[in-house]
C-alpha cells in the first residue's frame, strides 16, 4: 500500500535587529506550541511561495528567501505524512495585525532561545543547518 504524501513548505524567518541576529516563531492554533510557520503546497504554487504565504498569514512578516531549501524533513500528523521543506527567509517587514494574529502569537528571539522553545526536533534540526549556512556566509565575507 503507498503511503500517502502532503507537501508542505516552511519558512525559518530571522533578521538583524540590534546587530544580533533574532528567529520569529509562532504558536499553534490547538496547542500553543513554538514552530516556524509553515503550511500546505497548493496546486500550482511553488514551495518558496507557499513559504513567504505561510509566513505573511501566520506570521504578518514579508521578506524573501535566501539560496536554496534548508532541507526537508517528514512527520506524521492525523495519519498521514507530510513531507516539509524547509527555507530561510529573510524579514523585511513586520505588521501588528495580520490574517492569523487573533489565533497564534508570534515573538522574536536569539537563535538560542529559538532552539530551546522550537517544539519540534525536526525544526531545531533545520534551525541549526540555518545557523551553520548563516556562519559559512560571514566567514567568506570576512
Excluded at 503546497?41 to 513559504?51: D, Q, Y
Excluded at 508570534?106 to 522550537?118: C, G, V
Aim: hydrophobic share 40%; with cysteine; aromatic share 6%.
Amino acid at each position: 500500500m503507498a503511503r500517502i504524501v502532503h507537501k508542505q513548505a516552511c519558512a525559518i524567518p530571522c533578521r538583524i535587529y540590534g546587530g544580533r541576529l533574532e528567529v520569529c516563531l509562532v504558536t499553534t492554533r490547538q496547542k500553543g506550541h513554538w514552530v516556524f510557520p509553515k503550511g500546505y503546497i497548493e496546486p500550482g504554487e511553488t514551495e518558496t511561495g507557499a513559504a513567504l504565504k505561510e509566513a505573511w498569514e501566520e506570521a504578518g512578516i514579508r521578506g524573501r528567501i535566501v539560496g536554496d531549501a534548508v532541507g526537508t524533513y517528514e512527520r506524521v500528523k492525523l495519519g498521514e505524512v507530510r513531507r516539509v521543506v524547509c527555507f530561510l527567509m529573510m524579514v523585511a517587514q513586520s505588521r501588528r495585525s495580520w490574517k492569523e494574529s487573533e489565533l497564534r502569537e508570534r515573538r522574536w528571539m536569539s537563535a538560542d532561545d529559538a532552539l530551546i522553545e522550537l517544539n519540534h526536533s525536526q525544526q531545531r534540526a533545520m534551525l541549526a543547518a540555518v545557523l551553520k549556512r548563516l556562519e559559512r556566509r560571514r566567514s567568506r565575507a570576512g
